[in-house]
C-alpha cells in the first residue's frame, strides 16, 4: 500500500509538471506571434516523406500524420477565392499558425495572387485537381491523370517558385480509387485524406461548423481537421474554432514536405496510426479470430449429458443451455397420467408406421396381429396392457414417466462452437 501511495504521489508531481508544461507551451508559442499577445501559434514544423507514407488520414486510410495527443493539422481545400480566403488568411495570421492548403487548378488559374499570398505567409500549399470533378473514383485513369496535372501546372504555375508547391494531393470529395492513388504514389505525391471534416460545405450556421470541428477533434484527441477557405461560415468559426483550440489546450502542427536540404522528422512506425498499440490495450495483442468451419455439422454426434457439463454449477455461455433432462421438471410440472401414453386398440400399425422405421413397423404389426405368438416386445405392446396400467397408480415423479416419454432432442451446433 505504501508503494502504491508513493507511486501515486510520483505520478501526481509528474502530471502536475506536465500540466505546467502545457500551460507555459502557448505563452511560449505566442511570444513568437509578435503583436499578438494571446495567439495559439505553430507549436511544430513536421517535416514528412510521402515516399514513407504515402496515404494519409483516417477518414480513409490505416495511417495518418505522426502527431502527439492534442496537435492537430488544419488544411484548407478548393481556394483560393479572394473573397473569403483572403479573411481566413487574415485570422491565421494574427494567430500565427500555419495551415495546408488544396488548391484547385481553375481558382489557380483565376486568382493567381491568392497562391502567391499563401507561398509568401508561409503554408504549404498542396494541389486538388484541376476542375474539383466528384467521379475520381470511377472516371477513366487517363481523365483522372489529367485533372491531378492540370492541378499542379497551375498552381505552380502561379507560384513565383514552383518549387515551393508540396507534392501533397487530396482527392475531390475524398472520392479515392485504388488506381488514382498508386498514380500519385507512383509520382512521389501523397494522398491526404483527412481524420474529420466539420462539415462546412454543407448548407449549416459557422456555429454549428465550430461545434463539430471541436466534437470530431475531441473524440480523436489529435488529427488532421479538414476545412475550406472558400466558404463563408469557415471564416465566420474559424476564430472561435481557434481561441477554442487554445483552451482546450492544442497545438497546431504545421507540416511540410521533406527535401534534400530538410530531411523528415525521425518518426516510428506505430506513431502514424491514430492510436498505436499500448500495454493498456490488450485487445491489440488477442489473437485473431479462428475461422470455424461447419461443413462437416451433419455427421458430428450428438452430445451425450456428460458434454453438458451438469455437475458444474457455473457454466460459460458458450455451454449449451439446460436441457429438459438436466431441468427441475418434477418441481414445476404435473406427473402424466399413465393412460396418456394408452395407445387405442386397432390403431398400432397406424401410431407405429408415422413413429418408427418401415421395417419396424412391419415387424411390430406382424407382431400385434399374432398377440399370444412370441415373448417379443411388440408382445408387450397389446392393448391388454392399457388395462393393466389403468389399474395401476400413474408414476409419482418425472424421471418415471421420462423413460415412456421421447428423449428431448439435442442440438450439436452450442458445442461445435467452443472450437
Ligand atoms: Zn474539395
Avoid at 504521489?9 to 503583436?35: H, I, K, N, Q
Avoid at 479515392?176 to 494522398?191: D, K, P, T
Wanted: contains cysteine.
Amino acid at each position: 500500500m505504501i508503494g502504491s501511495s508513493v507511486a501515486f504521489r510520483t505520478r501526481s508531481w509528474t502530471v502536475l509538471f506536465l500540466g505546467l508544461l502545457t500551460a507555459a507551451s502557448p505563452a511560449a508559442f505566442a511570444a513568437e506571434c509578435p503583436g499578438h499577445p494571446g495567439a495559439l501559434g505553430t507549436s511544430r514544423t513536421l517535416v514528412v516523406d510521402p515516399h514513407l507514407h504515402p496515404r494519409i488520414g483516417t477518414m480513409q486510410y490505416r495511417e495518418t500524420l505522426p502527431l502527439k495527443d492534442h496537435e492537430v493539422v488544419l488544411t484548407f481545400d478548393d481556394g483560393p477565392l479572394p473573397k473569403n480566403s483572403n479573411q481566413v488568411l487574415q485570422i491565421l495570421a494574427d494567430e500565427c499558425i500555419k495551415a495546408t492548403f488544396f488548391i484547385i487548378g481553375e481558382q489557380a488559374k483565376a486568382n493567381p495572387e491568392g497562391v502567391r499570398k499563401l507561398v509568401a505567409a508561409g503554408h504549404t500549399v498542396g494541389t486538388h485537381s484541376m476542375n474539383h470533378p466528384l467521379t475520381f473514383d470511377r472516371m477513366p485513369l487517363d481523365k483522372a491523370e489529367a485533372q491531378i496535372n492540370g492541378g499542379i501546372e497551375w498552381t505552380s504555375a502561379a507560384m513565383t517558385d514552383p518549387s515551393k508547391l508540396a507534392p501533397f494531393f487530396r482527392i475531390p470529395g475524398l472520392m479515392r480509387a485504388e488506381g488514382v492513388e498508386n498514380l500519385l504514389i507512383s509520382r512521389g505525391i501523397q494522398v491526404w485524406s483527412a481524420d474529420f471534416p466539420a462539415d462546412d460545405w454543407r448548407h449549416i450556421a459557422s456555429d454549428r461548423v465550430y461545434q463539430l470541428a471541436i466534437q470530431r477533434l475531441e473524440a480523436k484527441g489529435k488529427g488532421i481537421l479538414l476545412l475550406h477557405d472558400i466558404q463563408a461560415r469557415t471564416v465566420a468559426a474559424l476564430p472561435k474554432i481557434i481561441r477554442d483550440l487554445k483552451a482546450r489546450g492544442y497545438r497546431i502542427v504545421h507540416v511540410v514536405p521533406a527535401t534534400a536540404d530538410q530531411p523528415a522528422t525521425p518518426t516510428a512506425a506505430v506513431e502514424w496510426l491514430l492510436h498505436p498499440p499500448t500495454e493498456t490495450t490488450p485487445i491489440a495483442r488477442w489473437p485473431s479470430v479462428p475461422n470455424f468451419v461447419f461443413t462437416q455439422t451433419a455427421s458430428l454426434p450428438a452430445p451425450g449429458l456428460a458434454d453438458l457439463n451438469t455437475q458444474t454449477a457455473h457454466q460459460p455461455l458458450v455451454l449449451p443451455r439446460k436441457t429438459m433432462a438436466q431441468a427441475d421438471v418434477a418441481a414445476t410440472l404435473p406427473a402424466p397420467e399413465r393412460d396418456l401414453f394408452a395407445i387405442p386398440e386397432g390403431s398400432v400399425e397406424v401410431l407405429l408406421s408415422t413413429t418408427l422405421s418401415r421395417r419396424a413397423a412391419t415387424r411390430l404389426a406382424m407382431a400385434a396381429e399374432a398377440p399370444h405368438a412370441g415373448k417379443g416386445k411388440a408382445a408387450k405392446m397389446q392393448p391388454r396392457r392399457t388395462a393393466h396400467a389403468a389399474a395401476h397408480p400413474a408414476p409419482k415423479h418425472a424421471a418415471q414417466a421420462k423413460s415412456t416419454a421421447p428423449r428431448p432432442t439435442r442440438v450439436a451446433t452450442g458445442v461445435k462452437k467452443r472450437a
